[in-house]
T-cell receptor
Framework: KQEVTQIPAALSVPEGENLVLNCSFTDSAIYNLQWFRQDPGKGLTSLLLIQSSQREQTSGRLNASLDKSSGRSTLYIAASQPGDSATYLCAVTPRGYQKVTFGTGTKLQVIP | DARVTQTPRHKVTEMGQEVTMRCQPILGHNTVFWYRQTMMQGLELLAYFRNRAPLDDSGMPKDRFSAEMPDATLATLKIQPSEPRDSAVYFC??????????????FGSGTQLSVL
């Protein structure tokens, strides 16, 4: 059974700081990995998707990396802004696109 | 913009009542998921469908929960009878399974269920 862990559970940083969120998974036989953002009372929005054959993906100030052999992914946020405050979740899709498993999330607060 | 639509957004009901939640997936998406989110458990997968066929519903309490896709534009999740422990946010998500590896998952805004 795939288990996905995110550390830390919560993070508070001053505006402008670069930061890294971590995601660990137990089964390396994955199809892809996605990072999502969730604002309070809202649904989840996909930020980045890394396919199994890829090492990283970038979108604006966001960069996600994937190391299947170690079962780890990181989400790097450059020059953080108060608008980045949200909960960030990673989700692992196993081969066969079944049972997408989510981590418990990291709640980020960026202080102006 | 295409989006997943869930109704109702909020539902308050009394224990023992039937609850039906609806989801309209994005047109063309052939895979639909139902998730439940609570503070304690996070996001739990309840069931999912591909091309309207149920692939896995092992995450659902079978005695009270049921999920169906009457057609490609509608997925339903029913709870009968509802219990206070069912109080949670229920999300529907859809995605286009193509086998290419780059299929993103799109979420609805959720149904906030409170069972008194």
């Amino acid at each position: 059974k795939q288990e996905v862990t995110q550390i830390p559970a919560a993070l508070s940083v001053p505006e402008g700081e670069n930061l890294v969120l971590n995601c660990s998974f137990t089964d390396s036989a994955i199809y892809n990995l996605q990072w999502f953002r969730q604002d309070p009372g809202k649904g989840l929005t996909s930020l980045l998707l890394i396919q199994s054959s890829q090492r990283e993906q970038t979108s604006g100030r966001l960069n996600a990396s994937l190391d299947k052999s170690s079962g780890r992914s990181t989400l790097y946020i450059a020059a953080s802004q108060p608008g980045d405050s949200a909960t960030y979740l990673c989700a692992v899709t196993p081969r066969g696109y079944q049972k997408v498993t989510f981590g418990t999330g990291t709640k980020l607060q960026v202080i102006p | 913009d295409a989006r997943v639509t869930q109704t109702p957004r909020h539902k308050v009901t009394e224990m023992g009542q039937e609850v039906t939640m609806r989801c309209q997936p994005i047109l063309g998406h052939n895979t639909v998921f139902w998730y439940r989110q609570t503070m304690m458990q996070g996001l739990e997968l309840l069931a999912y469908f591909r091309n309207r066929a149920p692939l896995d519903d092992s995450g659902m309490p079978k005695d009270r929960f049921s999920a169906e896709m009457p057609d490609a534009t509608l997925a339903t999740l029913k709870i009968q009878p509802s219990e206070p422990r069912d109080s949670a946010v229920y999300f529907c998500a859809s995605g286009p399974w193509t086998g290419g590896g780059n299929e993103k998952l799109f979420f609805g805004s959720g149904t906030q269920l409170s069972v008194l």
